[in-house]
């Protein structure tokens, strides 16, 4: 199983999170996509991935 977190940097609250089988793209989408629906996410957000483990344009913010 694979883990991707969406972490307020400020309180280094869990904002958002999903769990899969695979790293593909849509394990971190559903991660952001959770914080958002959550409404945890301010407009203007900025979002940071490890560029060595998280590498598509899929997983850009929307």
């Known amino acids: ?5 969406t972490i307020d ?3 280094r609250e869990v904002v958002g999170h999903a769990m ?3 790293m593909h793209a849509e394990l971190v989408c559903d991660a ?3 914080a958002h629906r ?3 996410v301010r407009p203007g957000a900025i979002f940071h ?3 060595r483990q998280y590498t598509s344009k899929d997983s850009a913010p929307r």
């Open 9 to 11: 940097q400020f309180n």
């Open 1 to 5: 199983m694979h883990l991707a977190a």
């Open 38 to 40: 959550r409404g945890l």
């Open 32 to 34: 952001v996509d959770l």
């Open 20 to 22: 899969a089988t695979h």
């Open 49 to 51: 991935s490890d560029p």
